[in-house]
């Protein structure tokens, strides 16, 4: 089971951009390999989380029903969104944007 | 000796009986234990937003595990202006690419091992991995923790998650924690992949403190054991995450030795084990120089190696640096011999006793002097100060025969004869043909022609 649900190398790609204009506090490696996979599951979280709050609480139950079918094709979900009236790219270009300011621009952990 | 015996506190006695509690009542799946405890915690929220949170919640489990979802979340990163395009836009980099790879790792790597980042939970690799059939290199862990062995165990865990899920699919049932008992390695594996960040490290956190809790020592085991270990994949190519696979085998065992640790509850008794194959390098006095591969479990319980790539039953041995035993010193046992005919010598003397045909004359009752007949041979007078003999008599105080060289504390006759006299000067040994002190009786009397 993946930890994550967006594949994880496009994760690591856009967080080790993220990390190389930023300098760390990470003194070894395992703090720097620990800060890199939490910010990537904080990416992960923050994107996924901010899809599933654009849905009304009604229209999220009918979207379980559409996980609970492990046969639910990609363009399925697609057209669920967008019959729910849901911008699921600028959904995510916003959450991607405040998560940069945020990380570059706050104290980094 | 384990410093820990006499201050580590034993586990309490609710902790154990509520684990047994546990084990009798039926068990249902971790995730459908997680899912109903959110349920009911939701139920009793009342607002709308909690009510939303926690099906959020519940939705996000759910789309990790849904392909089709999974895709289009992918997607939609991807597409967000492109990813470089994205990062384009923000402040130009201070750091290239390797300078930001090396310049904060730098020879960390070297020394604690290379971490390939893959993004795992604490999946660490060592360069050198050491033996082909290791869990890890144990020398390099022992060295990070001063050969504790439980630290070690807890090290290899916290940077190694298969490590991680091997030794809590090994622990005693009573001890493993709750959603993991009676569940394989693999099993355990992908339950520790899937925590979030705060339940694996409360994971972590309750296993070093069940580590922290046992005793260690030595053990030899026989028979029939299973273990998992680490293996590439591709053995051409590099050391990488992906190229890593964890593997059971079978081995028959004929003392083989193993740190075991063990708990007790609160009166001492032992409540399980878990053996962990460490082996150690010892110097020629016996002392534990370091550690050569392992740190892996080795267990007779088939169960938890289930689905696992199996290798074959024996692996081929390979040629390593040897075990060195503790050996006796040899310069010790040369050391005591020494001593001991050191001891002889000063108890005994290295003077050559000299055997005069005159017996029944001790040594001190004689001294050489010319003879007065201006005959060749020396007089024997007896000295000054010595006793008087007894003339010999045949019967009770013939004391010739119970001569056994000379001592100076037994009287004997003296002779007057002179022809006895004449005889045992005709017979006199000399000195440096004298037996020396431990020769047979009958042998120094056999060489003075006496039977």
Known sequence: ?109 | MNSHEFERQKPPVEEVNTASEKIKTPRSTYQERGAKTRESVANQKSSPEQSKEALITRIYKKAQEHPGYVAVATGLVVGAAGVAGLVASLPSANLSSAEANTSIVGEQNEQIGIYDGYGEKGMWLSGDKGGKYDFASASEVAEVCDDDECEMVKYTAHNQVESFADYLANLPENLQPEGFKGLTILETEKRLEGLPDAQYEEMEKQFDETIDKAFTREATINGTQNNAYMRLKNPEDSITHDNMEVVACTTNESDLRVMQFYWTDENGNEIGHMNVKMTPVRDTNGYIVGYKGCNQVVSSNPHVYTDMPKVPDSPPWEPGEPEKLKAKDPNNLKRIDKQINQAIEDAVGTEKVSVTPNQGVSNEDLTEKPSSSGSTGAETVQNEGSKDAEPVQNGSNNYSEDRGGANANEYAPVKSNEQAQAEADANETPYDQAPTGGADRADVLSGLGIN
């Not at chain 1, 620990?34 to 709050?53: C, E, Q």
């Not at chain 1, 979207?63 to 967008?82: A, G, H």
């Not at chain 1, 849901?86 to 998560?99: R, Y």
């Open chain 1, 1 to 109: 089971m993946n930890s994550y649900i967006i594949d994880q190398e496009v994760l690591g790609q856009f967080v080790d951009e993220l990390m190389k204009k930023k300098p760390l506090s990470a003194n070894t490696a395992e703090e720097l390999n620990d800060f890199r996979s939490k910010t990537m599951k904080d990416l992960d979280n923050s994107i996924n989380v901010a899809i599933f709050n654009s849905l009304p609480t009604e229209k999220l139950a009918e979207f379980e029903n559409l996980l609970d079918d492990k046969n639910t094709s990609p363009d399925i979900f697609q057209r669920f969104f967008s019959d729910s009236g849901v911008d699921l790219q600028k959904v995510t270009d916003d959450t991607l944007n405040a998560f940069t300011k945020k990380f570059l621009g706050g104290q980094d952990e």
